[in-house]
């Protein structure tokens, strides 16, 4: 039945009773408003056809791949997928974008100060997350020099590399052969 509909096949009256007592319309909006939420998370268009889906999903599955074997692993549910990982980790995502920050630096790492530079927390896990923002915030592959100049002068280059690497094994960063960073 939601076949027949998908393809805007014309009902037999047999068919209109079965629509009616199984409520395939609302199941047929729901399958569709949950493939448009999935086209929209991958950034496809809603209208392509079942061939072009499955290309890109081929493509996605290489990409992936070579990612793996590169070492960066896109965890999707860490804490059981990856514990050790995740457990590095607690003390950043515990409490929101600056758990383990005082309250001060929770307000200041945002905030440039009058030469545009962010602060950089005394804290390891707010220093972990603001590097995680910044990187993030990058619109292209940084190094760590470019990314310490973004920071007050606390923030090494030498620091940054080693702190980006460690989110690189977390699976929180990506590392391009050229040593340069995206989030």
Request: glycine content about 8%; aromatic content about 4%.
């Amino acid at each position: 039945m939601l076949e027949k509909l998908r393809k805007g096949e014309p009902l037999t009256a047999k068919d209109k009773a079965i629509h009616e007592a199984g409520l395939v319309g609302v199941l047929k909006q729901i399958h569709d408003e949950l493939d448009a939420a999935v086209a929209a998370a991958y950034g496809w268009p809603v209208d392509l056809s079942d061939e072009q889906i499955l290309e890109r999903l081929v493509a996605l599955n290489a990409e992936r791949a070579a990612e793996e074997a590169r070492g960066l692993v896109r965890w999707l549910r860490p804490e059981y997928q990856n514990p050790q990982g995740a457990a590095a980790l607690a003390g950043l995502e515990a409490g929101g974008p600056t758990a383990g920050a005082s309250e001060t630096e929770a307000i200041t790492t945002a905030a440039k100060d009058a030469k545009g530079k962010l602060p950089w927390p005394s804290s390891l896990p707010a220093q972990f997350q603001a590097l995680r923002e910044a990187l993030a915030r990058e619109p292209a592959p940084v190094d760590p020099s470019g990314l310490a100049r973004e920071f007050e002068k606390k923030a090494k280059p030498e620091r940054l590399a080693e702190m980006l690497e460690t989110l690189v094994a977390l699976g929180h960063a990506r590392r391009l052969p050229d040593g340069r960073f995206l989030a």
